[in-house]
Every structure is written in C-alpha cells, then in structure tokens.
C-alpha cells in the first residue's frame, strides 16, 4: 500500500512564525501535492511538483512556498504565517503523469494564532 | 472561479436506499473525473473514476456517470450503508499537461441505519 505521511497532525503557531510541513510518500511517485481544506470551499490546490526541484503554482500559492530537494519529500512553507492560513493541509502523490489517483496523507491541522 | 461544482453540501439517505451525488463542472478541457471519500479526521482515499470516452464506470456498490454534454456527472451508491456516511468530493482534471485535479466543495452524506 501507497503510505503518505505527513510529520505534523496537529500545530498551534503565532501570527509571523515560520511554519514547515513535511510529507513523505514511499512509492517512488513522481508527482506530488500540497491542498488546503476549507469548509465550504473544498480541497484547493497550493502547489504541486512532477520531478525533484520542479514545482508548479497551483490556485492558490500566495503565501506559500515548497521544496523538494528529493523525490520522496515535498514540504510546504509558510514563511511568514497569518490568521487566515489557519486550515487543513493535505499532502498527496501520485504515479501517473496525467491526473489519475492520488493518495493522500492524513493531513495535518494548522491554526495560527 | 469554481471549476468544480457539488451544489449539494450535505445529503441524508436511508439505510438500503439509493445516494445520488452530482456534479457539476465548467472546463470544456476536463476529461477525467474520479470521486474520492473523506472521513473525519482522515485524508481523501479514491473511490472510483470515470474517462471522458466512458459514460458509467461501475465498481461493486458504487457507479459513476458522466453527461458531457451536460457537463454533469453523479455519483450512485445502491444500497446505502452508515459506513457511507462521509464527505464525498468529485474532482476533475485534464489528462493533456501536466497533473492538476481540481476539487469540488464536497457534499456531506449521511446515511441513517
């Protein structure tokens, strides 16, 4: 089974921190994402990376930045967190370089104070 | 712009009876569609796919349509069991560059025993 793990379920930062979220995924997938879950508004793409170093803008990057340095950990940034960043981050991957399945990390919850 | 589109937040169904979730989406480029599953405190895991080429995909309990022309698709569940009741999200995405599934807001199902 495809195992997505993200470092963090839980995180309670302040207002201008620097906020890291980490996700592994275990099955040598090339492509890999970061989402925000709000209620209301669905799962929104923030960035999403199809090789190591390469990364896309997705519909919402402002406010973030993304690294991979490898091609099993792809990690979100916020460099400088704010009220309105407190949500549900979820981390997926996926195999097929077209859209296929992805699979998806538990997530992990951010409020920002 | 909501690409995506469940106008439904929430649903109640009996236990046994048929949950119909629908879709609704606005790119002409999508041709692919997959509904993917969400507990509480737990990531999105797949449920079931359609291609544009297809206009039902079954799988088990589980049948997706699909209406081009409509631009809508639903998701069927016959019969409806508590262990159903979850978000459920419909997402589309455009197999011709690079991966990027675009999320509905969700329709929150509940399936009453």
């Known amino acids: 089974d495809v195992k997505v793990t993200q470092s963090s379920r839980y995180l309670v930062k302040r207002t201008g921190e620097k906020v890291f979220l980490e996700c592994v995924q275990d099955m040598d997938h090339e492509n890999m994402f970061w989402y925000r879950q709000d209620p209301g508004l669905g799962l929104r793409l923030i960035y999403f990376?199809?090789?190591?170093?390469?990364?896309e803008k997705g519909d919402i990057p402002e406010g973030y930045s993304v690294s991979r340095e490898k091609k099993e950990r792809f990690s979100l940034i916020l460099e400088s967190a704010s009220t309105n960043q407190t949500s549900m981050y979820l981390c997926?991957?996926?195999?097929?370089?077209?859209?296929?399945?992805?699979?998806f990390g538990e997530g992990s919850r951010l409020t920002v104070l | 712009d909501q690409q995506v589109k469940q106008n439904s937040p929430s649903l109640s169904v009996q236990e046994g009876r048929i949950s119909i979730l629908n879709c609704d989406y606005t790119?002409?480029?999508?041709?692919?569609f997959l509904w993917y599953k969400k507990y509480p405190a737990e990531g999105p895991t797949f449920l079931i796919s359609i291609s544009s080429i297809k206009d039902k995909n079954e799988d088990g309990r589980f049948t997706v349509f699909l209406n081009k022309s409509a631009k809508h698709l639903s998701l069927h569940i016959v019969p409806s069991q508590p262990g159903d009741s979850a978000v459920y999200f419909c997402?589309?995405?455009?197999?011709?560059?690079?991966?990027?599934?675009?999320f509905g807001t969700g329709t929150k199902l509940q399936v009453i025993p």
């Open positions: 997926a991957s996926s195999l097929t370089p077209w859209a296929g399945e992805l699979f």
């Open positions: 790119n002409s480029m999508f041709d692919y």
């Open positions: 997402a589309a995405s455009d197999s011709g560059g690079y991966q990027k599934v675009t």
């Open positions: 990376s199809y090789d190591v170093k390469m990364k």
